[in-house]
T-cell receptor
Framework: EAQVTQNPRYLITVTGKKLTVTCSQN?????MSWYRQDPGLGLRQIYY???????DKGDVPEGYKVSRKEKRNFPLILESPSPNQTSLYFC???????????FGPGTRLLVL | SQQGEEDPQALSIQEGENATMNCSYK?????LQWYRQNSGRGLVHLIL?????REKHSGRLRVTLDTSKKSSSLLITASRAADTASYFC????????????FGSGTQLTVLP
């Protein structure tokens, strides 16, 4: 089954404790992206990757890092999480940056 | 930065009625897409319409695009309680193949 998976689905952490949210897709898509969703703000893009070893900032990259060492994986790293990073996070993949995007189920993060 | 703006922000209708949601955007586009999100879950792609198309159908969905007015509408006919969800438009810029830009969404409630 074609899908995008994210782990963990739910995470509670404390300020400053490094965390990684994994994302994996099995559709051989070149493009992958991370979004955060906050009430009233819609989806805002954090980082995206056009291909392996090619990443770029989206609209709200501060406080986040990503890497793309393999085509199927695109982890999101929060080196020192802060409460304002409490949000619902989505990973997505696509054949191209402005084509149909396939979303993962989301990761709900609470930073205390 | 948000490109698409949906209108209305919230819509409540009776089962069997039609639901119309609108999306306005600011810059030239390559395509416009509509997505659906059930509460707290990942977005699901509904339909993509390219800039040289004016209307597209998929089942009970009808999308129109007016590039001169920079606007699109999504019509859901004969709505069902299961259509209750948030609906987002997303635009793929004609100037960049790098990303989609999402609006803040319309919350549709279909009352049984």
């Amino acid at each position: 089954e074609a899908q995008v998976t994210q782990n963990p689905r739910y995470l509670i952490t404390v300020t400053g404790k490094k965390l990684t949210v994994t994302c994996s897709q099995n559709m051989n898509h070149e493009y992958m992206s991370w979004y955060r969703q906050d009430p009233g703000l819609g989806l805002r893009q954090i980082y995206y990757s056009m291909n392996v070893e090619v990443t770029d900032k989206g609209d709200v990259p501060e406080g986040y890092k990503v890497s793309r060492k393999e085509k199927r994986n695109f982890p999101l790293i929060l080196e020192s999480p802060s409460p304002n990073q409490t949000s619902l996070y989505f990973c997505a993949s696509s054949p191209g940056g402005r084509e149909t995007q396939y979303f993962g189920p989301g990761t709900r993060l609470l930073v205390l | 930065s948000q490109q698409g703006e949906e209108d209305p922000q919230a819509l409540s209708i009776q089962e069997g009625e039609n639901a119309t949601m609108n999306c306005s955007y600011k810059t030239s586009i390559n395509n416009l897409q509509w997505y659906r999100q059930n509460s707290g879950r990942g977005l699901v792609h509904l339909i993509l319409i390219r800039s040289n198309e004016r209307e597209k159908h998929s089942g009970r969905l009808r999308v129109t695009l007016d590039t001169s007015k920079k606007s699109s509408s999504l019509l859901i006919t004969a709505s069902r309680a299961a259509d209750t969800a948030s609906y987002f438009c997303a635009t793929g810029s004609s100037g960049s193949a790098r990303q989609l830009t999402f609006g803040s969404g319309t919350q549709l409630t279909v009352l049984p």
